[in-house]
């Protein structure tokens, strides 16, 4: 197994979730508290936290979030939904590419479990919102059928460093 930098792995996947939150973030100051955004934010800021935790454990410094209100949103929600599967992918990608390195059993179970959320969770609450957008008849608001509390594997509970 190469011989990877546990704190550099770590760090991008913060910044990577730092990302999301203020975009995310965004999306609900120009669009107001539309589902899924309003639950999977939340879901992004467990997610740093669960981060948070594993570097505390192996006493690497957490920095300032360079994110915080920087988040951009696009004009429309069906623009916003597309853009959060985009980014939904590329974590999803992200963690493809930092997990086979990882040697560390807690930071490796941490990190898998916030990738399944994206896969399992965020990416299709996404899709039915941009399905939702574009099949006409919706205002976007809190009308996704599996509200992200329960169903977010992002949050899936105790399964370890993330609850979300």
Not at 5 to 18: I, K
Not at 80 to 105: H, K, Q, S, T
Request: overall charge neutral.
């Amino acid at each position: 197994m190469p011989n990877i930098n546990l704190e550099a792995v770590l760090l991008e996947a913060l910044d990577d979730e730092r990302k999301a939150e203020a975009t995310y973030g965004a999306v609900i100051e120009k669009f107001g508290e539309v589902r899924p955004f309003i639950n999977i934010i939340e879901a992004e800021r467990r997610h740093s936290a669960a981060i948070e935790r594993q570097m505390t454990r192996l006493g690497f410094a957490i920095p300032a979030n360079q994110w915080q209100g920087k988040g951009m949103a696009p004009a429309t929600l069906a623009e916003a939904c597309r853009m959060a599967i985009e980014a939904e992918v590329e974590n999803i990608a992200l963690y493809d590419r930092l997990l086979p390195a990882i040697a560390d059993a807690s930071v490796r179970h941490v990190l898998q479990n916030l990738q399944d959320a994206s896969r399992d969770n965020h990416l299709p609450a996404f899709r039915r919102c941009l399905e939702r957008e574009n099949g006409g008849g919706g205002s976007g608001g809190a009308r996704d059928g599996q509200g992200s509390q329960g169903r977010h594997g992002r949050g899936r509970g105790p399964r370890g460093g993330c609850s979300t």
